[in-house]
Every structure is written in structure tokens, then in C-alpha cells.
């Protein structure tokens, strides 16, 4: 068996050390590929941007075991590093790879320690200057055979993990599948471990835990066979009072199940989150506006409208002067921003679907979209100073105006409120009334009266504000505050 023997220097920047050998391993140009691109990926999350752990690995055909994990000084490391022709002492590789956009984001783990980590052979050929770079000596290639696998460390849970996820998942390229060769790690005070460890373990779930959280009703029968599914050994065993529990045999390659919840996710996932029943929590009441909101969203879609959902911040111009609409911040809530394009809160829908509009212009006509949002607006009464409103837009743009459509679904949406068309003036139901709103066209429009209370516009677009939106087809709009109806 490879010996790794681990100098005590060592304790004071990265400790820990675990190592494999693949053996017989044939790669194509795709399997090479994918396991560089493993080795970053595993860098990037578990590892921490290798401040955790850093993957090493090598040729071992052009290395000669045993191996030494040494800390020297800087100064006395020197070796050709990867995709590099000449010698480099460490310190002067920390300079060399201040100018590299893919390495110098790792120089900052070691670069202050008067120590630098290093891997040796028994020749005293640098395998690698974790967790900056390997040596160029053992670069492994396409015509590589025989891989050797060291992980550096300073957190050993994760160090083993990540190695255990490069051995179980690339082993199926060996001569032998799945089968590994393990390397004894030796520390100086003659501790000795080996590595990598692919025992799994075992765990034990209650199938009432996993049936409560879920909020279904299986048996252990079928428990079992969905997590054997998800690669993960199950069978039930009793614990008494007529309770079943669910022993979980956990492999290397599933280093996520941490908890009982990550088995219970796994029945879930197996089972299939559609297939679980829709139940409202007991303890939980929707507000009335929300409920109202989501009766509202049904009742136009059902009318051939399709939801769209815009940002609620837009630029102070969008509100005003694109609108027809005198520049005023009296009116709309101002707060510090970042950009040009989130510059207010928007205190009307239009913007936000004009602007929807006008970048698909492309897309096949009619167009029909609505929104369900909220706008916000000054108001001294609050003690906030501003207040918050639930409105109701919806839009057509297709080669005529389709005022009449829009027109017909301000009347669907009171006939479904209940809501009945009066003569002006009478406050028991609804009536509308010639408007002169800038952003609608004079004569093509009108505003909405609820029982005495103005709560909404509708009517043709302006051209002059269909061009500021780049939108060149005519448009009918209309927006209603939804909460005078509650």
C-alpha cells in the first residue's frame, strides 16, 4: 500500500491530508473533461473556494511513492508548475499569479504564512503547492492510466467527503469498476489512517416523522421502495406500540443525507410533490385581499389574459412624462437609488405593462396580458406616510384598439363582484363617465365609479405614449383599484 508520511509543520496552515489511487482508469476526451470539471465544481461549493480543501491530482506512472506532506518557506520550494516550462520558487509564483484572473482569488489562503504546504515524492518531485497549483511533472492527460488523488485540508469531514465523491464517481472508468486503492496516511506522532474510508452508515427514521412532514399516509412497504429509488438501502424494522421505523443504509456517494428530513425529502421527491394532497394549515387565514386577488387572477384568465408580473421600482420618467403626465414626485415615494431604472415606487400598473409590451413586440398579435399588483402612494394619513394599494390592469394590443374588448371585461369584472350597471349619480352600483386622462386618448376614454367612489380608468392608449414605449400597434388599457370592492 502508497504511504503518505505527514510532516508536523503541517498543523499550523492545512493539517489534514487524504489520498486514493485509481488504477487502470481509461479516459476519453468527454470523461476527462468532466473530471476537471468535477474537481472545480467540488473547489467552488463543498470546498469553499478551496479554503477548505484543495484536489490534487496526478500521473502516478511518472511518480514514485512513498509520499511526504511537508511546510517549508517559500524560498525553499521550487518546481515547474502546471502549464509552465521553467522553474519557480513559491514566493516568486505568489508574484507570477498575481496576474492570472483564474488563480489569484486563491493566492490570499497561504500567501501571509511564513510556511507553504507542499507534496513530495520520494525523489522530491513537487506534486503540488496546495491549494494554488500542481506540479507540471505529473499533469495527468488523456493517455493517463494510473491516478493518484491527494486532498488537502483544514476540515477533515469535508476532506474525505470530497474525495469519496471523486473515487465512487470515477472508479466506473477503471479496468476494475468501482474498485479503489486505498493509501496509508502516517502522521509524525504515529497515528496512521487509511483512506479513502467508503463504509456507510446507518440511520433511523420514524415512518410517522416521515409521513407527518410529508402529509401523506404510506406504508413501510412502499417507503422503502421509493427510497431504494433514490439510492438509498432501506428496509422497516418495529419500535413497538405497532410503529414501524425505517433503518436507512447511507453510501459514500450520498454525503448530503445529513438528517431525517433528508431521507424524509428523498420519499418525497420519490413520490412525487404533485401527488401530495393540497391541505390549508389550520392555524393559517388568508387575508381577504389576497383571496380576492387570486378569484380576480382566475376570473381573467378564464377571459383569454395572460398574467404578467413587473418590477415595482421604475424610473421617476416611466410615471410622468411617458405618460403624458406633468413630472411630479409629490405623488410618488422616492428612495436613494442605485440606478436610473429603479428610481420610485410605481404609483400606477401602466409602465410596467407598456414597457412588457414593447419588448415583444415580435410576439404573434393579439396580445393579451393583465397584472395583479400592488402600487404605492403618499399618503400623510399613514404613519409611514405612504400607503400601499392592490390594483387590477389589464391590456389588448393587436391591429385595431380592442377598446370594446377591454370595455367588456370592466363590465365581466363587476357582473362576477355583483356589482350592477346604474345611471351616473346612483351609488348602488357602478356607472362610467367621459375622463380626460393624459396618457388616454380624448374621446377614448372613460373613468369607473364604484358606488359613489371613483376606482379605476379605461380607454385607448395615447400614440404619443405608445411611441415613448417603442410600441407601434394600438393599445387599449384599463386599471382598477380592487380594494374599494371589498
Given at each position: 500500500m502508497l504511504q503518505m508520511h505527514v510532516k508536523p509543520e503541517t498543523s499550523s496552515i492545512r493539517p489534514y491530508v487524504v489520498c486514493a489511487v485509481l488504477r487502470d482508469i481509461s479516459f476519453d476526451e468527454?470523461?476527462?473533461?468532466?473530471?476537471?470539471?468535477?474537481?472545480?465544481?467540488?473547489?467552488?461549493?463543498?470546498?469553499?473556494?478551496?479554503?477548505?480543501?484543495?484536489?490534487?491530482?496526478?500521473?502516478?506512472?511518472?511518480?514514485?511513492?512513498?509520499?511526504?506532506?511537508?511546510?517549508?518557506?517559500?524560498?525553499?520550494?521550487?518546481?515547474?508548475?502546471?502549464?509552465?516550462?521553467?522553474?519557480?520558487?513559491?514566493?516568486?509564483?505568489?508574484?507570477?499569479?498575481k496576474s492570472d484572473?483564474?488563480?489569484?482569488?486563491?493566492?490570499h489562503i497561504i500567501e501571509n504564512s511564513p510556511l507553504y504546504p507542499v507534496l513530495y515524492d520520494q525523489n522530491?518531485?513537487?506534486?503540488?503547492?496546495?491549494?494554488?497549483?500542481?506540479?507540471?511533472?505529473?499533469?495527468?492527460?488523456?493517455?493517463?492510466?494510473?491516478?493518484?488523488?491527494?486532498?488537502?485540508?483544514?476540515?477533515?469531514?469535508?476532506?474525505?467527503?470530497?474525495?469519496?465523491?471523486m473515487v465512487t464517481i470515477f472508479s466506473e472508468y477503471c479496468k476494475r469498476k468501482y474498485q479503489v486503492e486505498p493509501v496509508e496516511v502516517v502522521y509524525a506522532d504515529g497515528r496512521s489512517y487509511v483512506y479513502p474510508d467508503l463504509s456507510a452508515y446507518n440511520m433511523e427514521v420514524s415512518l410517522s416523522y416521515i409521513n407527518h412532514t410529508i402529509g401523506v399516509s404510506l406504508e413501510a412497504e412502499e417507503v422503502t421502495s421509493l427510497l431504494n429509488r433514490m439510492q438509498l438501502h432501506a428496509e422497516r424494522s418495529a419500535s413497538g406500540n405497532n410503529q414501524w421505523n425505517i433503518n436507512v443504509l447511507v453510501p459514500p456517494t450520498r454525503s448530503d443525507v445529513l438528517h431525517p428530513c433528508d431521507v424524509m425529502e428523498d420519499v418525497a421527491i420519490a413520490y412525487g410533490y404533485n401527488n401530495i394532497p393540497k391541505r390549508k394549515p389550520a392555524s393559517v387565514k388568508p387575508l381577504?385581499?389576497?383571496?380576492?386577488?387570486?378569484?380576480?387572477?382566475?376570473?381573467?384568465?378564464?377571459?383569454?389574459?395572460?398574467?404578467?408580473?413587473?418590477?415595482?421600482?421604475c424610473s421617476s420618467k416611466e410615471i410622468s412624462t411617458m405618460l403624458n403626465r406633468q413630472t411630479d414626485e409629490s405623488t410618488a415615494v422616492v428612495g436613494n437609488p442605485r440606478?436610473?431604472?429603479?428610481?420610485?415606487?410605481?404609483?400606477?400598473?401602466?409602465?410596467?405593462?407598456?414597457?412588457?409590451?414593447?419588448?415583444?413586440?415580435?410576439?404573434?398579435?393579439?396580445?393579451?396580458?393583465?397584472?395583479?399588483?400592488?402600487?404605492?402612494?403618499?399618503d400623510e394619513k399613514k404613519d409611514?406616510?405612504?400607503?400601499?394599494?392592490?390594483?387590477?390592469?389589464?391590456?389588448?394590443?393587436?391591429?385595431?384598439?380592442?377598446?370594446?374588448?377591454?370595455?367588456?371585461?370592466?363590465?365581466?369584472?363587476?357582473?362576477?363582484?355583483?356589482?350592477?350597471?346604474?345611471?351616473?349619480?346612483?351609488d348602488t352600483g357602478y356607472y362610467i363617465q367621459r375622463s380626460d386622462e393624459p396618457e388616454f386618448l380624448p374621446g377614448r376614454q372613460a373613468s369607473i365609479t364604484h358606488k359613489g367612489k371613483h376606482v379605476g380608468t379605461f380607454g385607448i392608449v395615447h400614440p404619443e405614449v405608445l411611441n415613448n414605449f417603442d410600441i407601434s400597434d394600438p393599445c387599449s388599457f384599463m386599471e382598477i383599484d380592487i380594494e374599494n370592492f371589498l
Open positions: 468527454a470523461s476527462y473533461n468532466s473530471f476537471i470539471d468535477l474537481q472545480d465544481k467540488l473547489h467552488q461549493n463543498i470546498c469553499r473556494r478551496r479554503t477548505l480543501v484543495a484536489i490534487g491530482t496526478h500521473d502516478l506512472d511518472t511518480l514514485q511513492g512513498p509520499f511526504t506532506y511537508e511546510a517549508l518557506p517559500p524560498s525553499h520550494i521550487n518546481f515547474v508548475p502546471l502549464k509552465q516550462t521553467r522553474d519557480f520558487t513559491a514566493d516568486e509564483l505568489m508574484e507570477f499569479y484572473l483564474k488563480l489569484k482569488k486563491y493566492l522530491r518531485t513537487v506534486l503540488s503547492l496546495p491549494p494554488i497549483i500542481n506540479g507540471a511533472h505529473s499533469a495527468i492527460t488523456l493517455k493517463t492510466k494510473n491516478v493518484f488523488i491527494e486532498c488537502t485540508a483544514t476540515d477533515l469531514t469535508k476532506a474525505k467527503i470530497v474525495l469519496n465523491t381577504a385581499l389576497n383571496e380576492f386577488s387570486d378569484l380576480m387572477r382566475l376570473e381573467i384568465a378564464m377571459n383569454g389574459f395572460t398574467e404578467v408580473l413587473t418590477w415595482i421600482l440606478t436610473s431604472d429603479f428610481e420610485v415606487v410605481r404609483t400606477t400598473l401602466m409602465p410596467g405593462i407598456l414597457k412588457t409590451i414593447g419588448h415583444n413586440k415580435d410576439h404573434p398579435k393579439p396580445i393579451k396580458i393583465y397584472e395583479v399588483g400592488d402600487v404605492v402612494l403618499l409611514v406616510g405612504a400607503s400601499c394599494r392592490r390594483r387590477l390592469a389589464a391590456l389588448y394590443c393587436g391591429a385595431n384598439s380592442g377598446f370594446e374588448l377591454i370595455h367588456c371585461l370592466v363590465d365581466r369584472i363587476m357582473e362576477v363582484i355583483g356589482t350592477p350597471f346604474v345611471p351616473v349619480g346612483d
